[in-house]
């Protein structure tokens, strides 16, 4: 690539390679590629230079998104196991709080130490 081209794709952000100590462009393989890509999409695809700018922060963001949904599926794999191997079920209590119980088990509506007796009478 010409010299000028190279500056001009730094410039608007295409690619942003590493300086020497005296500034010149240092390119890492990572930023050739990139520049071929640039390249392919530009004399292959005709696409211009704002679109290819676009495509590939589109590019980048999809890369992001997808480890994102690689992680958030790998968490709730996880999740799922946790709770098929867990052996705690949650009722509610006699006073409405949350309490485990075994399964199978019914939690006690009313401590057997109370006696009391609740009435419910519609209002008319």
């Known amino acids: 690539m010409h010299p000028q ?6 410039r608007i952000g295409l690619v942003s390679p590493g300086r020497t100590a005296g500034r010149g462009r240092r390119y890492s393989a990572r930023d050739v590629a990139m520049l071929r890509e640039v390249q392919r999409l530009s004399q292959e ?4 230079l704002a679109g290819i700018k676009r495509i ?18 790998s968490e709730l794999e996880d999740m ?3 709770l098929a191997t867990s052996r705690r079920v949650f009722a509610a209590g006699a006073s409405g709080d949350i309490v485990a119980v075994r ?8 401590p057997s130490s109370s006696g009391a007796l609740v009435v419910w009478r519609p209002q008319r």
């Open 5 to 10: 081209t190279l500056r001009q794709y730094d």
């Open 103 to 110: 399964p199978g088990q019914r939690p006690d509506r009313f």
């Open 80 to 82: 799922h196991v946790r």
């Open 56 to 73: 590939l922060e589109l590019e980048l963001e999809n890369g992001a998104l997808r480890e994102q949904v690689g992680r958030l599926r």
């Open 45 to 48: 695809e005709g696409v211009n």
